[in-house]
């Protein structure tokens, strides 16, 4: 493969990240509605420790040093919206 098909693979990709992450936030914001129904804070250190822990186990051994940042940056990005959306009701 040349650079060019590899940086196409790669936009491929983005393109799907980029609608997971749409679909993921959508989730956020519905699960901000509930945490503020229900009188619960939006951040929960506890569950995110479990899923950096389990996405740390199944990440391949070299990238598993760059799970964590890059959950890290999604938790706090959720939490952010949650709460962005929690003001806006």
Do not use: T, W
Not at 9 to 32: C, H, P, Q, T, Y
Not at 73 to 80: G, H, K, P, Q, Y
């Amino acid at each position: 493969m040349n650079i060019d098909e590899l940086r196409q693979e790669v936009d491929d990709i983005d393109d799907k990240l980029l609608s997971l992450f749409e679909r993921r936030m959508e989730i956020a914001k519905n699960i901000g509605e509930c945490k503020k129904e229900q009188g619960l804070p939006v951040k929960d250190r506890k569950r995110e420790q479990k899923i950096l822990h389990r996405l740390c186990k199944k990440a391949r051994p070299e990238l598993e040093e760059y799970v964590r940042p890059l959950f890290l940056a999604l938790f706090e990005v959720s939490s952010n919206y949650q709460n962005m959306q929690a003001s806006d009701n």
